[in-house]
T-cell receptor, first 113, second 113 residues
Framework: QKEVEQDPGPLSVPEGAIVSLNCTYSNSAFQYFMWYRQYSRKGPELLMY????GNKEDGRFTAQVDKSSKYISLFIRDSQPSDSATYLCAMSARETSGSRLTFGEGTQLTVNP | DAGVTQSPTHLIKTRGQHVTLRCSPISGHKSVSWYQQVLGQGPQFIFQYYEKEERGRGNFPDRFSARQFPNYSSELNVNALLLGDSALYLC????????????FGPGTRLLVL
């Protein structure tokens, strides 16, 4: 079983829709949760960073973490064609010696004009 | 400010050859991590270095090695290349251990024939 599970999609929505992306995880030591956006053939770009449980909002993006359910979400409001990309969830545990990110396999999103 | 830079951008090698990939972190960042991303998958952690010391190692064979230089740049070396080593190799930089936010470079796309 993978430590982080993410539905690979693909997900196709019309412009202006609200998009919901989700990941589940099994390692209860994870405390730091991130969402990255990756355009085709590019490196991942950090979108959102959350520590422990709760919500965080940044413009059209909202990240939610529910540690009790081991479930994280990213919501995109008023989606735009430029949001078309692969969205990767990532998480890490606090380690005194270093930190490694564990990723989901990514959800491919297409926003149609 | 310059982000994480990687070289080369693309590389074609044949089985059995050796490859060296290079990474320069964001100015002020002292930690570099390497990830392998196979097409259609999320990145997999290979190494993390901080202050020239290895701080973490993922589940990769000994053919993979890395080092970090006094200026915090880093090299990833892969010996005896296999077809399965074909992937996007990503470098990420962060301030240091315990500072979980990692910023990725554009990656080096390696094709092994």
């Amino acid at each position: 079983q993978k430590e982080v599970e993410q539905d690979p999609g693909p997900l196709s929505v019309p412009e202006g829709a609200i998009v919901s992306l989700n990941c589940t995880y099994s390692n209860s030591a994870f405390q730091y949760f991130m969402w990255y956006r990756q355009y085709s053939r590019k490196g991942p770009e950090l979108l959102m960073y959350t520590y422990s449980s709760g919500n965080k909002e940044d413009g059209r993006f909202t990240a939610q973490v529910d540690k009790s359910s081991k479930y994280i979400s990213l919501f995109i409001r008023d989606s735009q064609p430029s949001d078309s990309a692969t969205y990767l969830c990532a998480m890490s545990a606090r380690e005194t010696s270093g930190s490694r990110l564990t990723f989901g396999e990514g959800t491919q999103l297409t926003v149609n004009p | 400010d310059a982000g994480v830079t990687q070289s080369p951008t693309h590389l074609i090698k044949t089985r059995g050859q050796h490859v060296t990939l290079r990474c320069s972190p964001i100015s002020g960042h002292k930690s570099v991590s390497w990830y392998q991303q196979v097409l259609g998958q999320g990145p997999q952690f290979i190494f993390q270095y901080y202050e020239k010391e290895e701080r973490g190692r993922g589940n990769f064979p000994d053919r993979f090695s890395a080092r970090q230089f006094p200026n915090y740049s880093s090299e990833l070396n892969v010996n005896a290349l296999l077809l399965g080593d074909s992937a996007l190799y990503l470098c990420a930089s962060s301030l240091g251990p315990g500072r979980e936010t990692q910023y990725f470079g554009p990656g080096t796309r390696l094709l092994v024939l």
